[in-house]
């Protein structure tokens, strides 16, 4: 009789002061042993791994909070843990760290102590009945939500790593798109209000002449000014190939310039211009424009992403380039690695020309650094271009 056992145990000086606290003392005892069984945390691991639920509710008293409209589709929903996709975590995963979802990894009580209960519980009788309440206990108390936490980490990194690979996969497609190759290009930025930055570029990238034209938002005659003044470019500098960034005003900018009936060998054409305002205000930018506006730097970025894609686009944070999901969730030392290998693979793939190359492009070759990168540069600057190998 267990109770009869307990009574033993009464101590006032331990603080057990009846049988029945001695009987909680006990069950806590076989609880916290249950919870740390190799053998069916391993069993109750596959369980969770193959059935469980993850859901997420609205947190109380945040569902008419305008922030939380973003996070509507999650206020009431549930899915298998083995089918969520990575997307679908990172953005739940969100939610509840801005304080607007509640997130569970969930299990029925049943289902896990069913699994403990023939381990522990052998024969029948009032002590039986008292080690398999430990055991609920054990299971609810502790064993589960240790499993909860294993299976948030555990979905966290699964759903990071697919995150970091499929940025890196885009990352990648995008530097080593088709380069336009050496094509004197007029490029633009547009806008409405503040009117489009227009650059001429050279063939090789050099900035001849920088510009605004108000042919979006402007009156009549800005417009016709514009179309008159860009004419006048792409005839006096033999342009090419006209690269248009695809932010705002992007298609009423293209509208405008296909109006003017150029002539069919001058294409042109969309740029994605993610990341060119964090080049235009960056160190790079500064050392090759000291005295131009981050507007103009913004643009020559556009028209040279056209001219080649991978020499430009390694002079920018990747992770600024925004071909990722929930880039800012996921594992920020991981996504770095992963970014910085994918650009120096493209770059050994591709190879640099020696003598026309950035020192951003060069410390990607593989055997060297930033620092020989500069001295390369530096070295060709007063020298002139190398001639041989050696």
Not at 1 to 29: C, M, W
Not at 191 to 200: E, L, P, S, Y
Not at 208 to 235: F, P
Request: net charge negative; aromatic share 4%; proline share 4%.
């Amino acid at each position: 009789d267990p109770s009869q056992e307990a009574a033993k145990f009464i101590n006032t000086e331990l603080e057990v002061a009846s049988a029945e606290e001695a009987l909680a003392g006990a069950r806590d005892i076989i609880a916290e042993r249950v919870s740390e069984d190799a053998a069916l945390r391993g069993r109750v691991r596959m369980v969770y791994e193959g059935e469980a639920q993850v859901s997420s509710r609205v947190m109380y008293g945040k569902a008419e909070d305008p922030e939380a409209a973003k996070f509507r589709d999650y206020f009431e929903w549930s899915e298998p843990l083995k089918q969520i996709p990575s997307h679908r975590m990172l953005a739940i995963r969100r939610g509840e760290k801005e304080g607007f979802l509640i997130m569970r990894v969930e299990m029925p009580l049943e289902r896990i102590s069913r699994l403990a209960m023939p381990d522990w519980v052998t024969g029948s009788g009032p002590a039986a009945e008292q080690i398999k309440l430990a055991v609920e206990d054990g299971c609810k108390r502790l064993l589960m939500p240790s499993m909860e936490t294993e299976m948030r980490l555990a979905a966290k990194r699964s759903a990071d790593e697919t995150a970091i690979r499929v940025f890196a996969e885009n990352l990648r497609e995008l530097l080593l798109a088709s380069p336009l190759g050496r094509k004197r290009t007029l490029a633009i930025d547009p806008a409405f209000r503040t009117g489009c930055k227009t650059v001429v570029l050279d063939a090789q990238g050099a900035l001849l002449h920088h510009t605004v034209l108000h042919a979006t938002a402007g009156s009549n005659s800005q417009q016709y000014e514009a179309a008159v003044e860009l004419t006048g470019l792409i005839a006096k500098y033999q342009i090419e190939a006209i690269a248009i960034g695809n932010g705002t005003a992007s298609r009423e900018t293209e509208a405008f310039v296909r109006k003017l009936k150029l002539p069919s060998s001058i294409p042109i054409i969309m740029v994605n211009e993610a990341g060119a305002s964090v080049y235009s205000a960056s160190e790079a930018a500064r050392d090759e424009f000291p005295n131009e506006d981050v507007t103009v730097r913004g643009a020559v970025s556009i028209g040279r992403r056209l001219m080649d894609p991978l020499a430009e686009l390694v002079k920018i944070d990747p992770k600024a380039i925004g071909v990722g999901q929930y880039q800012h969730d996921v594992d920020q030392r991981a996504l770095k690695a992963s970014l910085d290998d994918t650009v120096e693979s493209a770059v050994n793939a591709v190879g640099v020309e020696l003598n026309t190359a950035s020192k951003q492009l060069l410390a990607y070759v593989s055997g060297l650094n930033g620092t020989l990168a500069e001295n390369i540069v530096s070295h060709r600057n007063q020298n002139g271009p190398f001639s041989s190998r050696a």
